[in-house]
């Protein structure tokens, strides 16, 4: 039997960099919330069987409402996240409880709602030789490190060659067992800092390899109000393409 695949759409934070009255998640996209496309994305792609959802927890009912609307199948539970991304995968992977260590996570930002279902489907297969992947694009910019300056502001300290630079994107996806063990790890470090879920593995079990699947640069995260614009203009191209592609058919 094939490994259980349970995606969770992570959206336990209320994006105040938006600057609107409620979650981004919540955002109009195309006449659908965002977290609609999000979670859309994975109920179209076949090698996902389970999918879970976590909302701000004054929002949860919001959530299940759109689920019910969409008619998402594969939904079994939309549940509260936590107060930081690190708190909203743990607790989406405590909800995987059930599920064998063979058995496979994907943890997608729902700030992500142009996500292709070839790109899960590719960290899937991915999975089948490594225990962690994360989507990556290259680097279109020269990124610098920088250090304070000798009379203030920063100073580059060191340019890494652009050709080793990716940015990263969701979803990452990991085998169960892998993933519990690194969070079991960081969970018990007051020190943890982590910014996303690859992170993690790297910094607690730094034998883990952790493989690159390419991504997309239509899989923009929605962060600031512009993004929204700009996440329209890349909705209705993907659209375009679609129906020439049907009518080429």
Known sequence: MRPRVIAAVLAGGVGARMGAPSPKQLLPLGGRPIIEHS????????????????????????????????????????????GTRTDTSYAALSAMGGAADTDLALLHDAARPLVRPAT??????????AGAVGVAVPSA?????????????????????????????????????????????ATADPGLVATDDCGVVLRY?????????????????????????????????????????????
Request: proline share 6%; hydrophobic share 45%.
């Open 39 to 82: 979670i859309a994305a994975f109920e179209a792609c076949p090698e996902v069987d389970e999918i879970l959802v976590l909302m701000v927890r004054e929002y949860v009912g919001r959530v299940e409402d759109i689920v019910a609307s969409a008619g998402f199948a594969k939904v079994t539970a939309v549940l509260p996240g936590g």
């Open 205 to 249: 079990l730094p034998g883990e390899e952790v493989r690159i699947v390419p991504g997309e640069e239509d899989n923009i995260k929605v962060t600031n109000p512009g993004d929204v614009e700009v996440a329209e203009t890349l909705l209705r191209r993907a659209r375009t393409r679609a129906v020439l592609a049907e009518a080429d058919s």
């Open 120 to 129: 899960i489907a590719a960290c899937v297969a991915a999975l089948e030789e």
């Open 141 to 185: 910019d020269t990124v610098v490190r920088v250090t304070p300056g000798r009379t203030g502001g920063e100073a580059v300290a060191q340019v890494p060659p652009r050709s080793e630079l990716r940015r990263m994107q969701t979803p990452q996806g990991f085998r169960l067992g892998v993933a519990r063990r690194a969070y079991a790890l």
